[in-house]
């Protein structure tokens, strides 16, 4: 049998045909496929990329921000700091003519000036009702509830507030029995 250049080529045509349909196709169908994917992953990584760079500079302006504002926040604390320093002083100086009166057992409507300037006579400090500005028990101590709330005396005069302070010491033989209470509670002045 002779073979011919013609019938050659179309015997390697047929059998290339073959061969590209059966072996070629599929891996050429499988590329694609490849390709796709590959092309989707690159623009989800692009999507990404751009979201962490977006995200990075989010991060960034955050920290700067938080940076200004813990600046900020120590500023204002230390300024709340002077100011309750300084109210404190106010609240001090405002207390000048006050003396705190403590052991006094508490009656039902009773006249805390009147207790205040029975405890200068006790101690031979001559005051009256002219020379106290205000009085009041203080609200009860939380720690001691037993105990009877402290009386507050706010003084006209600070001199008048000096010598009753200064004749405390007057009170360690005293107690609230020798102003004309039932109960011995010792008396303390500060």
Known sequence: MSVTLESLEVLLDKKFSEFEASVLKPIMVSIEEIKASINFLSVKYDDLD??????????????????????????????INQHHDLLNEYEQYSRRECLEISGIPQRPRENTNQIVIDIGEAIGVDITEEDISVSHRLAPNKRYPSRPPNIIAKFVRRDMKEQLYRARNQLRNKTSHDIGFSVENRIFIS
């Open 50 to 79: 751009k979201a962490v760079k977006d995200l990075e500079k989010q991060n960034k302006i955050l920290q700067l921000e938080n940076s200004s504002l813990k600046v900020q926040l120590l500023a204002q604390a230390k300024e």
